[in-house]
C-alpha cells in the first residue's frame, strides 16, 4: 500500500557552529502533490532539501523520504528520487543526447528503456531536434528543461528542484511549469522550493520558511 506521505521532517535542525540553519522544521507532504518550499535566499530551504536527500546530517530531528529514513537509509531515498540543484548539474562539453546517457547510465537504465525515457523527455521538454546541440550552447530555459529530463530520466517517484525557475525569462518558467503540471498528473510527487512568491499559486500545499524557521503552512 502505498503512504499517505511521502515526506515527513520531524524537527529538523541543522547548526554550523553557532549558527542554526534550519530550525526544528516540522512539515509532511502528501504522496502525489507539488509542494512549495518558499523563502528568501539564505532561509534555509536549500539546507532542508540536502538533509532530506541525506547529504547533510541533521544536527537534531529526522524524517522520512518515500517511507525510508533520511538518516538510516539515505541510498534507498536517492534511488528513488529526481534531484535538480540551483546549478543545474549538466556537463556543458557533452550534447543533449549524451547528457541523458550519462545520467541514464548513473542510475542503471540502459538499452531499450533508456532509448524510451529519451524519446519520452525529449518529446516532453520540446527538446527533439536538439539531441546533438553541445549543452553549453543552450540557452538557460533549454538547460532548465535538459536537467529536469535527467532528473527524471529513471522515472522517480518524487522530484527535488531546489530553485529551478531562478534566472530564467517568465514565458520558460511558464512552460516548466507545464511540464511539472503533466509529471504531478503521472503520479509523481514535486517538492519545488522557490523565492517567487507568484509560484505559490502552482502548488497544492505551501510551507514559508524564514531564517530556518516555518513561519506559515497553508494552501494557495
Known amino acids: 500500500m502505498q503512504n499517505e506521505y511521502s515526506v515527513m521532517a520531524e524537527d529538523l535542525t541543522k547548526k554550523f557552529g553557532d549558527f542554526t540553519a534550519v530550525d526544528h522544521v516540522n512539515f509532511e507532504i502528501r504522496t502525489g502533490e507539488i509542494f512549495g518550499f518558499l523563502g528568501p535566499n539564505g532561509s534555509g530551504k536549500t539546507t532542508t532539501i540536502r538533509m532530506l536527500l541525506g547529504?547533510?546530517?541533521?544536527?537534531?530531528?529526522?524524517?522520512?523520504?518515500?517511507?525510508?529514513?533520511?538518516?538510516?537509509?539515505?541510498?534507498?531515498?536517492?534511488k528513488r528520487i529526481g534531484y535538480m540543484s540551483q546549478q543545474f548539474s549538466l556537463y556543458n562539453d557533452l550534447t543533449v543526447s549524451e547528457n541523458l546517457n550519462f545520467?541514464?547510465?548513473?542510475?542503471?537504465?540502459?538499452?531499450?528503456?533508456?532509448?524510451?525515457?529519451?524519446?519520452?523527455?525529449?518529446?516532453?521538454?520540446?527538446l527533439r531536434g536538439r539531441e546533438r546541440e553541445m549543452t553549453k550552447n543552450l540557452s538557460g530555459g533549454w538547460k532548465q528543461r535538459l536537467a529536469l529530463g535527467t532528473a527524471i530520466i529513471h522515472e522517480p517517484e518524487m522530484l527535488f528542484l531546489d530553485e529551478p525557475t531562478a534566472g530564467v525569462d517568465p514565458i520558460s518558467r511558464r512552460a516548466f511549469w507545464d511540464l511539472l503540471y503533466e509529471?504531478?498528473?503521472?503520479?509523481?510527487?514535486?517538492?519545488?522550493?522557490?523565492?517567487?512568491?507568484?509560484?505559490?499559486?502552482?502548488?497544492?500545499?505551501?510551507?514559508?520558511?524564514?531564517?530556518?524557521?516555518?513561519v506559515a503552512r497553508g494552501t494557495p
Open 55 to 78: 547529504l547533510l546530517r541533521p544536527t537534531e530531528g529526522g524524517g522520512t523520504v518515500l517511507g525510508y529514513d533520511i538518516i538510516k537509509e539515505p541510498e534507498e531515498i536517492r
Open 103 to 126: 545520467y541514464g547510465g548513473t542510475y542503471g537504465v540502459t538499452g531499450k528503456r533508456l532509448r524510451e525515457r529519451k524519446e519520452y523527455i525529449l518529446e516532453m521538454a520540446n
Open 183 to 214: 509529471l504531478s498528473e503521472q503520479g509523481t510527487t514535486i517538492f519545488v522550493t522557490t523565492h517567487y512568491m507568484d509560484e505559490a499559486e502552482h502548488c497544492q500545499s505551501l510551507a514559508f520558511i524564514h531564517l530556518g524557521r516555518i
